[in-house]
């Protein structure tokens, strides 16, 4: 019996010393959110779902916001439109994230409509969020690496054969580079239908929160006293935008209600229906334009601070 | 509880320790130990049913020293039939009633008759078609003779339940495990690494084979009118690998898990795609439930001793039956039906045990006589396995027709990559194929094993695919 613990138990201890190795070399090939729980606490981050979590880099705010006053380095913290709804899990998870010292951080919230909607079916009032059970809400420790919480809540997440092809690298600093991008317009139209169809599907089975609004005034509030907020409105294409703006119609009128009242500076890349920026899918910047649209936000806020 | 899931991985390993360190100084603990464990790996499903297996196993015992107590042939008898009665009820209800219930309706509907079937909104219970079977086989052994009854209670439940093969087999004889609960088990090192290599073989068959299989072969077959016959060809060749990576895969974790614990569970699969005749598939392949019927309804029917005619129908009458234990649909049905057609010019020209041997002993291949020997027989069990998947016959039928068309030369419109673990899979069992299961080693260094043992769970790191329960939690 010794001898089989001893040799079973060093087996068990090669395997979790080879898959960390693995997992600290490859973490961002393999998962799309992993590598955000493995990096340590942060004073500056940015908020979103997938459009900000591919369209906002953090390495270009650092650079361009290098002398200004921030406590830089920048974590991308944005999710996908199944995690990133603005409510009590995801806000309780950025604090987690949020270095507790942090008094001059930086936080860009990258807001759309989808971000504040609940099922028609879910009452917020009694607990019921659809984005529970799911990355980053159920992770107790969310700067730890390797972080085999993740591996083990989340294992149906990865995809390991990631690393043969690295198609898609979520960085350290959270962003997710996309390098799966069509080959021409036959597959962009297919994508962007894709998502029409998805967004199209949204309208009918959601409603807007009104205790999201809530959890996202404390939101706010909570990262006043840590740093600065700039609000931004992610660029999309026009057919998106649309059924954004028919989900709902007073959504610019309330993020203007919302920065005024708050203080907080508000970008909107959106004014125009024209998408200066170039999108894989209709809805997700790619990773070159995405280097304009993050140098245009850096600008804006050095006009705004 | 899944074999394939999180809860397992810390589940074994905490029985693993309990049992061998605290639980084992006397034989009376460690059955307690696997009862309870055995009742909450099965609860974790649905406790509710829980109730089902302690009655089942409550009556079985009873019916059991009930036999023995009395010499009088009749009231034996009676007791038999009491067991059977009873299992053979939870079967009726839970699996086959829907099913009679809607054949009368259409029976009577086609012949004129205004019935509306009477259905019941029941869930059928995981693994209920193994564990009765089990507890089915010891009571008739008592009956027979062949077995002392149990009159330790705790064994007796803790051997219907003993979770490794409570609900996907193998369907072990009373006569092998229950005697193995009578004496406290010690602790075996060669044993339990084997067991583990089994558990690991058979986690990269299920995880990785059938799982990847499953992806196309689900594609394929709920659309099967929209691909070309190419595709469906290789979509069937992939459904003979899935249900063989996922059934007999859980037959190498159960067996391999009860190693660990000191029990020794009789072989399941035997290299079943290296068979030389339909015969000797059935001889390869669930040799549990094979063998079950044999003993218990072949031989009791007469077996071969009764002429020609008596051979054919007692063969049709347990492939027959052998599908419909499957599962209470025509499509199981006809697919025992077609293998007692296979399996009959053997069975009439006195061939069906021809080859009882490993094929191609102490070769490195095999001779161009033996590839089209097994080709013939994967051909044959494919086709089979066509009716196994489908929804229902008539789709069997088209699918196996728009197979055989011109298209069957056309390029297959799927992804191929799981023909590569395929592939592996067939190379290891092949040099394998003389030996309990694919990564029994007899001599070879240290390292050299333990590069094979993190080679094939990187395999099913990287290309396991996302996890799929098994396909024989459902019969």
């Known amino acids: 019996m010794k001898k089989f613990l001893l040799k079973s138990g060093f087996f068990f201890a090669l395997t979790i010393f080879l898959l960390s190795l693995f997992l600290m070399g490859y973490g961002g090939n393999v998962d799309y959110f992993y590598q955000k729980f493995t990096t340590p606490k942060t004073h500056s981050m940015i908020i979103g779902d997938s459009r900000a979590m591919q369209g906002i880099q953090p390495q270009i705010i650092d650079s361009v916001l290098a002398n200004k006053d921030y406590q830089l380095p920048m974590l991308n ?229 | 509880m899944l074999f394939n899931s999180f809860e397992f991985l810390v589940f074994l390993p905490t029985v693993f320790i309990f049992y061998w360190f605290l639980f084992n100084k006397e034989l009376k603990l460690q059955n307690l130990l696997l009862l309870f464990v055995s009742y909450v790996f099965y609860g974790w499903w649905d406790w509710r049913f829980l109730s089902l297996i302690a009655f089942s196993s409550f009556v079985d015992y009873y019916c059991g020293l009930s036999i023995d107590k009395t010499n009088d042939k009749r009231i034996k008898r009676r007791w038999l039939i009491v067991s059977i009665l009873v299992n053979l009820g939870f079967l009726g209800v839970f699996k086959y009633f829907n099913f009679f219930s809607k054949e009368f309706a259409e029976t009577a509907i086609a012949l004129g008759f205004q019935v509306d079937a009477f259905t019941l909104n029941v869930v059928l219970p995981v693994g209920i078609s193994f564990y009765t079977f089990q507890t089915m086989s010891y009571t008739i052994d008592v009956y027979r003779g062949n077995l002392k009854p149990s009159r330790n209670i705790i064994a007796f439940f803790a051997f219907v339940s003993f979770f490794p093969q409570l609900v996907a087999g193998p369907i072990e004889r009373a006569t092998n495990l229950l005697p193995q609960f009578y004496k406290k088990r010690k602790f075996d090192y060669d044993k339990a690494t084997d067991g583990l290599r089994q558990i690991l073989w058979g986690l990269f068959k299920k995880i990785v084979v059938a799982d990847n299989c499953a992806i196309i072969v689900n594609q394929v077959f709920n659309n099967y ?118 399996f009959l010019p053997l069975l009439l020209r006195n061939k069906n045990r021809v080859h009882l041997d490993v094929v191609s002993v102490g070769k490195f291949g095999m ?77 070879m260094k240290m390292y050299l094993r333990w590069s094979v043992y993190v080679f094939i769970l990187g395999l099913i790191l990287i290309f396991g695919a996302k996890s799929q329960s098994f396909i024989y939690f459902q019969f």
Request: contains cysteine; hydrophobic residues 40%.
């Open chain 1, 77 to 305: 913290y944005a999710f996908t439109i199944a995690q990133a709804h603005i409510g009590p899990l995801y806000r309780k998870s950025i604090l987690k994230k949020l270095a507790p010292d942090t008094k001059n951080g930086l936080f860009i919230i990258s807001l759309d409509p989808w971000m504040l909607m609940s099922r028609k079916s879910n009452d917020n009032n009694k607990g019921e969020f659809m984005e529970s059970g799911r990355p980053p809400h159920n992770m107790s420790f969310v700067s730890m690496n390797p972080n085999f919480e993740y591996l083990i809540k989340n294992y149906n997440y990865f995809h390991f054969k990631g690393i043969f092809k690295k198609k898609s690298l979520l960085h350290k600093n959270g962003w997710l580079e996309e390098s799966n991008l069509p080959k021409d317009s036959t597959v962009f139209n297919a994508w962007k239908k894709g998502q029409i169809k998805m967004f199209h599907g949204f309208v009918n089975d959601y409603v807007i929160s009104e205790l999201r609004k809530k959890s996202f005034d404390t939101l706010l509030k909570n990262f006043k006293n840590h740093g600065r907020i700039y609000l931004v409105r992610t660029p999309v294409d026009k057919e998106i935008l649309e059924i954004e703006n028919s989900f709902y119609p007073n959504f610019e009128k309330y993020l203007d209600s919302v920065s005024k009242s708050n203080n907080i500076p508000y970008f909107n890349f959106n004014k125009s229906l024209k998408n200066y920026y170039e999108t894989y899918d209709g809805h997700h910047i790619n990773k070159y334009s995405g280097k304009e649209f993050t140098k245009a936000l850096c600008d804006s806020i050095i006009h705004n601070m």
């Open chain 2, 225 to 342: 009118s929209e691909y070309n016959g190419s595709t469906l060809a290789i979509a069937a060749i992939f459904f003979a690998f899935q249900i063989y990576g996922d059934f007999s895969g859980y037959s190498d974790i159960a067996i391999g898990t009860a190693r660990l614990f000191g029990f020794n569970l009789m072989q399941n699969f035997a290299f079943p795609y290296f068979s030389r005749d339909i015969a000797e598939f059935w001889r390869r392949w669930h040799i549990s439930l094979s063998t079950w019927f044999r003993d218990y309804v072949y031989i009791p029917l007469g077996g071969s001793r009764g002429g020609t005619w008596m051979k054919v129908k007692n063969t049709f009458i347990i492939f027959i039956v052998s599908g419909f234990w499957h599962g209470a649909n025509w499509t199981f049905i006809v697919w025992g039906a077609l293998n007692a057609f296979y």
């Open chain 2, 367 to 443: 001779a161009p006589k033996v590839v089209i020997q097994i080709g013939t027989t994967f051909f044959l069990t494919i086709i089979a396995w066509v009716f196994f998947r489908a929804a229902n016959v008539v789709e069997a039928l088209q699918y196996l027709h728009k197979m055989f068309s011109k298209s069957l030369m056309s390029i297959p419109l799927i992804d191929l990559k799981p023909l590569v673990f395929i592939l592996f899979l067939v190379v290891v069992e092949w040099f394998q194929r003389h030996k309990q299961h694919g990564l029994e080693f007899s001599k």
